[in-house]
Antibody
Framework: QLQLQESGPGLVKPSETLSLTCTVS??????????WDWIRQSPGKGLEWIGN???????YYNPSLKSRVTMSIDTSKNQLSLKLNSVTAADTAVYYC????????????WGQGTLVTVSS | DVQMTQSPSPLSASVGDRITISCRAN??????LNWYSQKPGKAPKLLIY???TLQSGVPSRFSGSGSGTDFTLTISSLQPEDFATYYC?????????FGQGTRLEIK
């Protein structure tokens, strides 16, 4: 059974870079046919899709965050990573990683999520 | 971006009730509409994809319908474990977007 687990600092200072890792177990992220997604949830903006990455390393970012986001994939470690720079309080959210099958644009499964607070 | 709007929120109901949650897109998304449920402190869980197909393991009291811009999620007979927040999500075009959620609470 595929499981995803987010990890990273729970507190980031304004203007700094948020860095998260998603570790995948029970399956390989180095296989074709799946996109690996990052989604966040904040009280103010609800659920927001950040973007995704394919096993080849190709990415698609939500235009609303594109200038600040970088995603990468490490197939040797079965891990994904998310970096969001120049953070503000508006980036405070629970961050989830998830997966969707190519051409099946729904997310399943999701990781349990990790809360990141932006505050000095 | 495709804007998704859900109603009502919140929704108060009792065990055994039949309830319907609506989701509207501001442009046609064909049947590329998915539903999730979320309980406090947990990640959203896929319930229904492509408007009406139940994810494996989801009870048959859940159903979905619609096309174009208007969609509904129906629970035929509410069970205690169904009280949660429900979200719709469009998978028609990137960036994928979600509704604001419908909190289903016990009356």
């Amino acid at each position: 059974q595929l499981q995803l687990q987010e990890s990273g600092p729970g507190l980031v200072k304004p203007s700094e870079t948020l860095s998260l890792t998603c570790t995948v177990s029970g399956g390989s992220i180095g296989t074709a046919n799946y996109y690996w997604d990052w989604i966040r949830q904040s009280p103010g903006k609800g659920l927001e899709w950040i973007g995704n990455i394919y096993y080849s390393g190709s990415t698609y970012y939500n235009p609303s965050l594109k200038s600040r986001v970088t995603m990468s994939i490490d197939t040797s470690k079965n891990q994904l990573s998310l970096k969001l720079n120049s953070v503000t309080a508006a980036d405070t959210a629970v961050y989830y990683c998830g997966r969707h099958l190519v051409k099946n644009n729904w997310f399943d499964p999701w990781g349990q999520g990790t809360l990141v607070t932006v505050s000095s | 971006d495709v804007q998704m709007t859900q109603s009502p929120s919140p929704l108060s109901a009792s065990v055994g009730d039949r309830i319907t949650i609506s989701c509207r897109a501001n442009t046609s998304i064909s049947t590329y509409l998915n539903w999730y449920s979320q309980k406090p402190g947990k990640a959203p869980k896929l319930l229904i994809y492509l408007t009406s197909t139940l994810q494996s393991g989801v009870p048959s009291r859940f159903s979905g319908s619609g096309s174009g811009t208007d969609f509904t999620l129906t629970i035929s007979s509410l069970q205690p474990e169904d009280f949660a927040t429900y979200y719709c999500q469009q998978g028609h075009s990137t960036p994928f977007t979600f509704g604001q959620g419908t909190r289903l609470e016990i009356k």
